[in-house]
């Protein structure tokens, strides 16, 4: 009888991208989305609007999708033996930064709600590109593993 890990081993890697596609579309629209609520006059009611796409996008997306994609990884990581790997500790701090951003971002929103406008527009244009340099990185050391 086939091992029952080896037989789910695929699926849930199809579990893991399925939802870093999640978290990376998430992380991918919320900058763009506090662009688009600092053009809005403060304590407008498009403001509110904002601020209530910013919170359903962290609460419903970006945090469920983070915590999955995490506790996937890790578990694909223990079933393949990747700890001992220098690509997967390369990935692994890596996600930690990706991780890091994820924690400011949803930060940042919550500045946002209360008022506090602290980066302009192209700074935070600027924020975008770090989820695209990373899932570049993150990408080309689990399929190429070069080390
Ligand atoms: C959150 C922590 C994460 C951990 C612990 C983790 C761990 C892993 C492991 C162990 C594998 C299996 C590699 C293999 O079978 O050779 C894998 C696959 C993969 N991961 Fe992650 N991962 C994480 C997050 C991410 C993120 C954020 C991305 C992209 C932005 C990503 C992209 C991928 C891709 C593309 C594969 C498929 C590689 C293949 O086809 O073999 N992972 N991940």
């Known amino acids: 009888m086939m091992d029952i890990f080896a037989l789910l081993y695929p699926w849930l890697k199809a579990a893991h991208l399925i939802f870093v596609i999640f978290w990376m579309a998430g992380l991918f629209m919320l900058p763009r989305f506090f662009v688009y609520h600092q053009e809005s006059a403060e304590g407008s009611e498009e403001a509110a609007l904002w601020v209530e796409r910013e919170q359903r996008l962290i609460k419903i997306i970006l945090n469920p999708s983070m915590i999955i994609v995490w506790i996937l990884g890790l578990y694909l990581a223990y079933e393949i033996g990747a700890f001992k790997d220098g690509w997967f500790h390369a990935k ?39 989820p695209g340099v990373a899932t570049a990185a993150i990408v080309i050391l689990v399929i190429v593993k070069p080390f």
């Open 92 to 130: 692994l701090l890596l996600v930690f930064l990706l991780t890091g951003y994820h924690g400011w971002m949803a930060g940042y929103a919550r500045k946002l709600a209360t008022g506090e406008r602290k980066f302009s527009g192209k700074t935070l244009r600027l924020m975008n590109e770090v």
